[in-house]
């Protein structure tokens, strides 16, 4: 019974997930660069209990259209990054003219950021990854018990194990998610190009003070340190990247040759941003050879 439970549960799940990530991926893909012009623009900084500051960008967006409704947009940056913000107050500064990518038409669904555009991709890949192990499940309770109902009267039918079940999934989930993960690494690891990038570190009074919106609690803070970011020159043109991306010199970043917004530290064969991977495959090999065995020696 807990097989024909688990086969229509995984069946579900796996075409709730194809559909998702399908639904996802369109959005992506339809998206479209539109012009806009920006009416104004503010940096909102708050405080979290006085140690950490809340950045966050407030911007009022128009198309190049007669009669075309001004709106606001906001996106929350990282804690503690005022110098990435101020980055963005340049880009959005009244008056400037910037293409964005819009989803559909739908002007409701406008992205201040190229990462806040890859959210629907990064969430349709995460729905893949999911659809695979469903389906890789599914697989797995065909050949340990047969189609369910196939097997009746006088013919022989294998005893169910809930235990053999529990380990496959367990070692199945670990193997998709070091699978996964090993895949991405090694696509950033022999695709995207590195860079030389710099920290750059400016005194709070030098900056558009005019902009920004600043709590009391957050107003000591920000006036006794300096805004740091860090920048690298791609193809002629400037990106500012959050401070924590450059903490030792010289700073090496790999950057993703379709969005140089997407960036990530080099890495080691032996580095931590292996470590999903290997542990991924340590687990799901143990795990499914542990399932296997259980429900060989019908325990």
């Known amino acids: 019974m807990i097989e024909r439970a688990l086969f229509a549960l995984f069946s579900l799940g796996c075409v709730a997930t194809i559909t998702t990530g399908a639904y996802q991926a369109s959005k992506w893909y339809t998206q479209e660069s539109v012009t806009v012009e920006v009416r104004n623009s503010r940096l909102a900084i708050d405080s979290r209990r006085g140690s950490a500051l809340l950045p966050t960008l407030h911007v009022e967006l128009t198309a190049q259209a007669d009669g ?15 110098g990435l913000g101020f980055g963005l107050l340049t880009k959005f500064a009244p008056g400037a003219t910037v293409s964005l990518f819009q989803t559909r038409g739908n002007p409701a669904e406008i992205f201040l950021t190229a990462a806040d555009a890859r959210e629907p991709l990064e969430f349709a890949i995460a729905m893949g990854g999911l659809a695979w192990f469903c389906g890789f499940f599914l697989l797995v309770l065909w050949v340990l018990f047969g189609r369910p109902g196939q097997q009746r009267g006088a013919e022989r039918r294998v005893p169910s194990s809930g ?17 996964g993960v090993g895949a991405y690494r090694s696509w950033q690891a022999n695709f995207w190009q590195v860079v030389i990038a710099k920290r750059v570190e400016a005194p709070s009074s030098s900056l558009p003070l005019s902009q920004l919106v600043i709590s009391e609690k957050a107003r000591e803070r920000f006036a006794d340190a300096p805004v740091a970011w860090s920048e690298f020159e791609h193809e002629g043109r400037a990106y500012r990247l959050p401070a924590s991306a450059c903490l030792v010199e010289p ?22 941003a292996w470590a999903p991977t290997w542990i991924g495959l340590l687990f799901g090999v143990t795990f499914t050879g542990a399932g296997w065995l259980i429900r060989k020696m019908g325990m």
């Open 68 to 82: 075309a409704p001004t709106m606001w947009r906001q996106v929350e940056l990282p804690q503690d990054e005022v």
């Open 163 to 179: 235990a053999s079940l529990l380990f496959f999934s367990v070692g199945i989930l670990a193997l998709t998610i070091g699978l």
């Open 251 to 272: 700073c090496v970043l790999l950057v993703n040759p379709y969005d140089p917004e997407d960036w990530n530290p080099p890495f080691d064969v032996d580095s931590s």
